[in-house]
């Protein structure tokens, strides 16, 4: 298992070890692996010869510093987690000094207003963060494909973009979410929930399945404010946003039209720890 710390170190790798020719496959993390993380590098296995996971708590996307500092750090345990799944996959683990250079801040984005909806909305600034480090981070590993998952869907679109504003030479793939067997989206957070709260947070894809038949006849107005009064009746959980959006644009919905496909998002908190979950409409 090779492991970098720097830039440089695997820059001069990639480049002894690789041509033109090469496909190099992408996979960005914060971490705290599970297996939707896992399922992003195989798929990378499969498609690419050579993969590469980096491993990077990026601060410039965290607009909360409780946020940022509970977030879950488990290099060791990310790095044995690499290994059982294929020991030729490279991991690029550097320091916030490594990227940032001692100026430990976000370049200014413009994502054509997709930055604006939702956790732009919600998180400000965070889309900036975002922009800056995957950024950095395809000018670092030069990849063919970079992976994503969909549970981060505004995040997938708005790298779209970053790739097709900046001409960046890389393929961006998006891939399903994959979940918990309560259905929760996994996600690195759920680490930081207790079994009852996990059990509980099934609420976020049930409000998702039921928002998903409700779409066929009612509006988006009035299940908005379904889902409002229904966690509002919960003091569980708090409701950050429910948002029945254009999926191109992530526009919010006033009037349906055919012509369009919709995605239902939702942020909720279940005692300060963060989850998100999505799914298509029609």
Not at 10 to 19: A, C, M, V
Not at 178 to 201: D, I, T, W
């Amino acid at each position: 298992m090779l492991v970098f710390n720097t830039n440089t170190d695997l820059i001069g790798y990639l480049k002894s070890n690789s041509t033109t020719l090469t496909s190099i496959g992408f996979v960005p993390t914060m971490g705290a692996l599970h297996q939707g993380h896992l399922s992003l590098m195989q798929k990378s296995l499969s498609e690419n010869e050579i993969t590469v996971v980096s491993i990077f708590v990026n601060p410039t996307q965290f607009n909360n510093p409780e946020d940022l500092a509970k977030y879950p750090r488990t290099l060791e345990d990310d790095i044995h987690k690499i290994t059982i799944l294929d020991p030729n996959i490279i991991v690029f683990a550097p320091t916030i000094d490594n990227i940032y250079n001692g100026n430990t801040k976000s370049d200014l984005f413009d994502f054509d207003d997709l930055e604006n909806q939702m956790e732009g909305k919600f998180r400000p600034g965070h889309f900036n963060g975002v922009g800056t480090i995957v950024k950095r981070l395809f000018e670092i590993v030069n990849p063919t494909v970079a992976y994503f998952g969909e549970k981060d869907f505004q995040q997938l679109q708005i790298i779209k973009k970053l790739v097709a504003k900046y001409n960046l030479k890389v393929t961006i793939k998006g891939c399903p979410i994959l979940r918990e067997p309560n259905n929760l989206a996994m996600s690195s957070r759920n680490a930081l929930l207790s079994f009852q709260e996990k059990q509980e947070a099934a609420i976020l894809y049930k409000t998702l399945i039921t928002t998903k038949v409700k779409f066929e006849k009612e509006s988006a107005l009035e299940i908005t404010k379904w889902v409002q009064k229904s966690f509002e009746k919960n003091p569980n959980f708090k409701l950050d946003y429910f948002q029945i959006a254009d999926e191109k644009t992530l526009v919010p919905c006033t009037r349906k039209s055919k012509a369009k496909k919709y995605r239902a998002f939702i942020a909720v908190y279940v005692n300060n720890i963060r989850l998100i979950d999505t799914i298509p409409l029609n």
